[in-house]
C-alpha cells in the first residue's frame, strides 16, 4: 500500500465544489480544507506507483478548478504507538 499527500489549489469560484469531488474518487481516503499556500491536502492511499500516476494524471484531469497539484509519496510511518514501542525496547 502506498500513501501519499497531495496538496491542491484551486481557482477561486470553484472552491466549494472540488472537495466533495476529491472525496468522491477511488484513492483519495480524506480530504482537508487547510490555511496557507494550498486549499486542500488529500490523503492518497493506492496499491502502488502505477495507481498513484493513474489518479494524478487519470481522474484528477475530470476535476474542474484545480489548478495545481504537488504530489508528496510516503516513505515510512511513525506514530506514537511506534515511538513508545522504539523506547520500551529492552526495558523490563
Not at 470553484?14 to 483519495?28: F, K, Q, S, T
Not at 493506492?46 to 484531469?61: A, F, H, N, Q, Y
Not at 474542474?64 to 525496547?89: L, W
Request: charged letters at 25%; a negative charge; proline letters at 2%.
Amino acid at each position: 500500500m502506498l500513501t501519499a499527500f497531495m496538496l491542491i489549489t484551486c481557482e477561486r469560484q470553484a472552491l466549494a465544489e472540488v472537495g466533495p469531488r476529491l472525496a468522491g474518487i477511488e484513492g483519495i481516503t480524506e480530504v482537508y480544507t487547510t490555511t496557507g499556500s494550498v486549499d486542500y491536502i488529500a490523503i492518497v492511499r493506492v496499491k502502488d506507483m502505477e495507481g498513484l500516476s493513474e489518479l494524478v494524471t487519470g481522474r484528477l484531469r475530470d476535476v474542474p478548478g484545480i489548478v495545481r497539484t504537488d504530489t508528496h509519496v510516503a516513505m515510512r510511518s511513525y506514530s506514537e504507538t511506534d515511538i513508545e514501542a522504539a523506547f520500551q525496547i529492552g526495558v523490563d
